[in-house]
Nanobody, 125 residues
Framework: QVQPVESGGGVVQAGGSLRLSCAASGGTFKNYAVGWFRQAPRKEREFVAAITWSPTSTYYADYADSVKGRFTISRDNAKNTVYLRMNSLKPEDTAVYYC???????????????WGQGTQVTVSS
């Protein structure tokens, strides 16, 4: 059973960048789609980005409209790690960011079976 473990969160000024990492613990991400979600205080958890499984460097990615052009999701199968590069960060990006693995490539939280504990991202204005 794979356990996603997030890292890389922190405090950054508006306009800055961060790279989040999601490592597979206790298993691998092989054959799993991996998604990033976020949850701000008093708000529901929302989709950020997702990436399909692929044994090659060719894969599909999907993004929420709010992050398109600013965030990039990628995966390194050799390291069993998925990354979320976040550029041009805005205060409204402040949230706890969660990584999740599932058998379906989806924007829906219900389609992801394994969730990490989350990492806090705070963007100051």
């Amino acid at each position: 059973q794979v356990q996603p473990v997030e890292s890389g969160g922190g405090v950054v000024q508006a306009g800055g960048s961060l790279r989040l990492s999601c490592a597979a613990s206790g298993g691998t991400f092989k054959n799993y789609a991996v998604g990033w979600f976020r949850q701000a205080p008093r708000k529901e958890r929302e989709f950020v980005a997702a990436i399909t499984w692929s044994p090659t460097s060719t894969y599909y990615a999907d993004y929420a409209d709010s992050v398109k052009g600013r965030f990039t999701i990628s995966r390194d199968n050799a390291k069993n790690t998925v990354y979320l590069r976040m550029n041009s960060l805005k205060p409204e990006d402040t949230a706890v960011y969660y990584c999740a693995a599932g058998s379906l490539f989806s924007q829906q939280t219900r389609n992801y079976d394994y969730w990490g504990q989350g990492t806090q991202v705070t963007v100051s204005s």
